[in-house]
């Protein structure tokens, strides 16, 4: 099927070893020519709204999302009206609540918006984030009983809480209500909570499976103020639920849910008011990240999310919701600088652990094609570091990995991350009803598992077993879709800028890919950690400075390296730089193929 569509700029094998092609076909591309004659877009952007998907009808709504257009009524949830209720509830008896979160930066985004509400209504919530490597992920029984010993009547979980049986009727037996708000995908039994608001749960018709946990939330406060306003609460009175969709942009995009309707409403009017500074601790976080210019949705992902994590990795994982709960500029400060210091020492580590496992793939793989999935672990890992290595190794290989740390025993705790067509999830959980994993779960593109030691050459026959068919159609049929070929000298600030309309980018909205054909290489060499800086030249001679992440030892990273002078097409995204606040336009490789005359 992919040999009757024509390669573009020739190249059916990369370096990377993917064929290139046109983002779009005919019939896009006509529909792109109508776009930009009837609505007077530019042409690269009516290309790239082309591409994906967005026809003419709804590319002003894509383009310029509203809140007001796309937000759904909250009653379309199942089980949100009873969720709503019972807040509203704790808030008119001033009950003692408490939030139960996940250790990520949606649990904590999550957390801290709801704290932020009912704060508004002298509600000082308890926040409980569970520890990653002693309680693991969601509610546990001792963590709730605990919570209704302290006096909580209402227990609210966010981005966690739909699996946890045990935990949610230990709960109820102490005498507390327990709400549930969450987006994980689920079987058909729930727990018995007074409400479960989730739109993957399967009896559930809202079409909003796409939100993360912090749209879950904030849709559930629109629902409770509308309760509270029914019950004879002024609005005057009522929080400003807008002036907090900072904490949903921020939970959207480092949650990788795909960027369309509502999520898009969200990330666009959520980081205006993150521009205004508004929350403290993300003030706080943007300049210990050394944030330069105006926040926009990618440093949210690579510069702002990360900081959150790392208390939740290797540190406290209270840290990173208290943070954004926090209206003291200066407390705020002093714990953005120590979630900073965490960061770098899990980038310290990370760069130690994903050096040992690559080493162990490279042995695996050898000469040949290699396993379907990889599958690495050691002693000396860090658990919640593991994650990190499995998505470096997916990045670099291509197919699915895991990364599992063992604690000295025949116990470990590991990571899987997949590729598209691949559901790590439903693979996860078919390991754990054959006896292969103790625990395991997830989604399609990632998942947890419990393994013994003495199990794992049984997983990795699993694996291979269960997915080499389809991961090698997928590899033999990979890809790189571009939207289009632009010359050196029509990297412009102008370029960046227009193509920017058609932004926030992100999941499911990938940043468009260009390809800038036939460029010398003047230099290269390693910068930072791993990275790889090169200077392209062109025919025109314009030369372009870009850069490959974290690719120094990898094959894009080494062609680049030992290519001085050498011809190159490039295919990347453009960048914006600023430093000491001066702006120049710059190119992040994803790719390079031989320009073969």
């Known amino acids: 099927m992919t040999s009757s569509i024509r390669s573009f700029l020739g190249v059916d094998r990369s370096i990377s070893g993917r064929r290139w092609t046109s983002a779009l076909d005919q019939r896009m591309e006509a529909a792109a020519l109508a776009m930009a004659q009837k609505l007077g877009l530019p042409d690269i952007v009516a290309r790239v709204l082309a591409a994906r998907g967005i026809g003419e009808a709804d590319a002003g709504s894509f383009l310029e999302p509203r809140l007001r257009d796309l937000m759904p009524d909250p009653s379309s949830l199942t089980d949100m009206d009873a969720a709503a209720a019972r807040i509203a509830d704790a808030i008119d008896r001033r009950e003692q609540v408490a939030i139960f979160g996940d250790y990520d930066v949606d649990g904590a985004a999550s957390s801290a918006l709801l704290w932020r509400y009912l704060s508004h209504f002298g509600i000082k ?13 969601g509610p546990n029984p001792p963590a709730m009983r605990a919570l209704v010993e302290e006096g909580a009547t209402l227990i609210v979980t966010v981005d966690c809480g739909t699996g946890s049986f045990e935990a949610i009727a230990e709960a109820r037996s102490a005498g507390a209500d327990v709400v549930v708000l969450d987006h994980h995908q689920t079987g058909p039994a729930l727990p018995e909570a007074s409400a479960v608001v989730n739109p993957n749960r399967q009896d559930d018709l809202s079409g909003l499976g796409h939100l993360c946990a912090a749209g879950v939330v904030f849709m559930t406060l629109v629902a409770t103020s509308r309760v509270l306003r029914a ?12 002036g907090l969709i900072d904490l949903v942009a921020l939970a959207t995009v480092c949650d990788v849910v795909p960027l369309k309707a509502l999520n898009r409403a969200f990330v666009v009017q959520g980081l205006k008011i993150m521009r205004e500074q508004r929350n403290h601790g993300l003030a706080a976080l943007a300049r210990v990240a050394r944030l330069a210019g105006p926040v926009e949705s990618h440093h949210l992902g690579f510069l702002i999310g990360p900081r959150i994590n790392a208390g939740g990795r290797i540190g406290d994982a209270w840290l990173g919701s208290h943070l954004l709960c926090l209206d003291d500029a200066e407390a705020a400060q002093e714990l953005a600088e120590r979630l900073h210091g965490l960061n770098e020492e899990r980038q310290a580590m990370e760069q130690v652990m994903l050096a ?7 042995a695996e793989i050898g000469a040949g094609p290699g396993p379907a999935v990889l599958v690495t672990g050691s002693d000396d890992w860090h658990p919640g570091i593991v994650g990190l290595i499995a998505a470096r190794l997916k990045e670099r290989h291509r197919r699915p990995a895991f990364a599992i740390a063992f604690d000295g025993s025949d116990r470990g705790t590991g990571s899987g991350r997949s590729i598209p067509g691949i559901d790590l999830g439903r693979l996860v959980r078919q390991a754990v009803s054959e006896g292969i994993l103790e625990k395991g779960g997830g989604h399609a593109m990632a998942a947890g598992v419990t393994i013994r030691r003495t199990h794992l050459g049984a997983f990795r026959q699993f694996l291979e077993t269960e997915s080499r068919a389809g991961i090698d159609a997928l590899r033999s049929a990979e890809s790189l879709r571009l939207d289009g070929a632009v010359s050196g000298s029509g990297l412009t600030l102008s370029l960046y800028e227009t193509l920017s309309k058609a932004g926030p980018f992100g999941a499911g909205h990938e940043t468009p890919l260009l390809a800038l054909p036939r460029q010398r290489v003047a230099d290269a060499g390693v910068v930072g950690k791993g990275h790889v800086r090169a200077t392209l030249k062109g025919a025109e001679g314009r030369t372009v400075r870009a850069i490959a992440f974290k690719a120094a030892d990898g094959e894009m990273g080494q062609r680049l390296l030992r290519g001085r002078d050498d011809v190159l097409h490039v295919a990347g995204t453009v960048s914006l730089d600023r430093f000491r606040g001066q702006e120049s336009i710059g190119f992040r490789i994803v790719d390079v193929a031989e320009a073969f005359d």
């Open 356 to 362: 040992t496992a690559e080493a162990e793939v490279v």
């Open 231 to 242: 019950r004879g609460r002024a609005s005057a009175a009522m929080p400003d639920i807008l």
């Open 125 to 137: 919530a308890t926040i409980r984030i569970p520890d990653r490597i002693t309680e693991g992920y």
